[in-house]
């Protein structure tokens, strides 16, 4: 069993699936806290660090378009 990232308790299985990723079954299973309140601020600290890596991504991108262009232009 995993462990609570915030509170250390045991957490709970609540679905598991399988399904075949290069011809090797892959199982998925989603786990949750069993304190309903400690995991709605797991919860939102998993959605925070979501939209800082994809304003990081996106950043990324962006520069790299930027220098692709400036050497274009410069070509």
């Known amino acids: 069993m995993s462990k609570c990232t915030r509170c250390g308790k045991d957490r709970v ?7 075949e ?3 090797s079954p892959v199982t998925y299973t989603v786990t ?6 400690c995991q709605k601020i797991v919860d939102g600290h998993l959605r925070d ?8 991504l996106r ?5 790299a ?3 692709a262009l400036m ?3 410069s070509a």
Do not use: F, G, H, L
């Open 32 to 37: 949750v806290c069993p304190d309903p309140e």
């Open 49 to 56: 660090d979501k939209v800082k890596k994809d304003a990081m």
């Open 71 to 73: 050497k274009a232009n």
């Open 13 to 19: 299985v609540i679905s598991s699936y399988t399904e």
């Open 65 to 67: 378009a930027q220098r």
């Open 59 to 63: 950043e990324k991108e962006e520069a």
């Open 21 to 23: 990723v290069n011809k």
